[in-house]
Protein backbone atom coordinates (compact mmCIF):
# COMPACT_ATOMS: atom_id res chain seq x y z
CA UNK A 1 0.00 0.00 0.00
CA UNK A 2 1.71 3.44 -0.63
CA UNK A 3 2.37 5.53 2.01
CA UNK A 4 0.76 9.39 1.72
CA UNK A 5 3.38 12.00 1.13
CA UNK A 6 3.51 14.54 4.77
CA UNK A 7 2.31 17.81 4.88
CA UNK A 8 4.49 20.40 6.96
CA UNK A 9 1.61 22.29 7.10
CA UNK A 10 -0.05 22.55 10.84
CA UNK A 11 -3.03 24.19 12.05
CA UNK A 12 -4.02 25.74 15.38
CA UNK A 13 -7.43 26.58 16.20
CA UNK A 14 -8.06 29.42 18.54
CA UNK A 15 -11.52 29.68 19.69
CA UNK A 16 -13.57 32.03 22.11
CA UNK A 17 -14.47 30.76 25.47
CA UNK A 18 -17.19 31.64 27.62
CA UNK A 19 -17.27 32.64 31.83
CA UNK A 20 -17.37 29.49 32.25
CA UNK A 21 -14.22 28.10 30.11
CA UNK A 22 -16.84 26.47 27.79
CA UNK A 23 -15.79 27.18 23.98
CA UNK A 24 -18.30 29.32 22.14
CA UNK A 25 -19.35 27.96 18.67
CA UNK A 26 -19.25 31.55 16.96
CA UNK A 27 -16.52 33.12 16.04
CA UNK A 28 -12.59 31.90 16.20
CA UNK A 29 -9.09 31.81 14.39
CA UNK A 30 -6.87 29.34 12.60
CA UNK A 31 -4.00 29.80 11.51
CA UNK A 32 -1.73 27.69 8.87
CA UNK A 33 2.02 27.15 9.78
CA UNK A 34 4.43 25.66 7.66
CA UNK A 35 8.21 23.99 9.45
CA UNK A 36 11.45 23.27 8.51
CA UNK A 37 13.26 20.01 8.66
CA UNK A 38 14.68 21.26 12.25
CA UNK A 39 10.85 21.14 13.68
CA UNK A 40 11.19 25.30 13.65
CA UNK A 41 8.20 27.58 12.46
CA UNK A 42 9.10 29.53 9.44
CA UNK A 43 5.90 31.26 8.17
CA UNK A 44 2.76 31.60 8.97
CA UNK A 45 -1.34 32.39 7.47
CA UNK A 46 -4.63 33.05 9.53
CA UNK A 47 -8.16 32.68 8.50
CA UNK A 48 -10.47 34.53 11.31
CA UNK A 49 -14.05 33.40 11.33
CA UNK A 50 -16.32 36.36 11.67
CA UNK A 51 -18.62 36.19 15.61
CA UNK A 52 -21.76 36.07 13.30
CA UNK A 53 -20.87 32.90 12.09
CA UNK A 54 -20.70 29.34 13.32
CA UNK A 55 -16.82 28.26 13.49
CA UNK A 56 -15.45 25.17 11.00
CA UNK A 57 -12.61 23.98 11.51
CA UNK A 58 -12.66 22.32 7.75
CA UNK A 59 -13.17 26.16 6.15
CA UNK A 60 -10.55 27.62 8.49
CA UNK A 61 -8.24 24.92 7.35
CA UNK A 62 -8.79 24.82 3.40
CA UNK A 63 -8.83 29.28 4.04
CA UNK A 64 -5.76 29.72 6.36
CA UNK A 65 -3.81 26.83 3.97
CA UNK A 66 -5.08 28.66 0.55
CA UNK A 67 -3.75 32.23 2.14
CA UNK A 68 -0.04 30.58 2.69
CA UNK A 69 0.74 30.69 -0.96
CA UNK A 70 -0.74 34.30 -1.20
CA UNK A 71 2.19 36.99 -1.12
CA UNK A 72 -0.55 39.16 0.96
CA UNK A 73 -1.72 36.91 3.87
CA UNK A 74 1.40 34.90 4.19
CA UNK A 75 4.02 35.98 6.87
CA UNK A 76 7.80 34.97 7.22
CA UNK A 77 9.18 34.54 10.82
CA UNK A 78 12.59 33.79 11.75
CA UNK A 79 13.00 30.53 12.85
CA UNK A 80 11.10 29.83 16.27
CA UNK A 81 10.31 26.74 18.11
CA UNK A 82 6.62 24.83 17.54
CA UNK A 83 6.03 25.19 20.78
CA UNK A 84 6.75 28.23 21.62
CA UNK A 85 5.13 29.75 18.00
CA UNK A 86 2.10 27.94 19.44
CA UNK A 87 1.91 29.44 22.51
CA UNK A 88 2.06 32.98 21.47
CA UNK A 89 -0.51 32.54 19.27
CA UNK A 90 -2.40 31.31 21.44
CA UNK A 91 -1.94 33.62 24.18
CA UNK A 92 -2.05 36.44 21.49
CA UNK A 93 -5.44 35.72 20.58
CA UNK A 94 -7.00 35.30 24.10
CA UNK A 95 -5.34 38.70 24.71
CA UNK A 96 -6.96 40.04 21.48
CA UNK A 97 -10.43 38.90 21.53
CA UNK A 98 -11.01 38.60 25.15
Known sequence: MPT?????????HC???????????????TIAY???DKFKVVGWAA??????DM???HVGRMKSAGR???HEYYQE???ID???????AQDGFQEEFA
Open 55 to 57: YNK
Open 47 to 52: AKCNLK
Open 77 to 79: CPE
Open 4 to 12: RPQSNIKFI
Open 68 to 70: MLS
Open 34 to 36: TIN
Open 82 to 88: EKTFIKN
Open 15 to 29: RHKDLNGGIKPHGGL
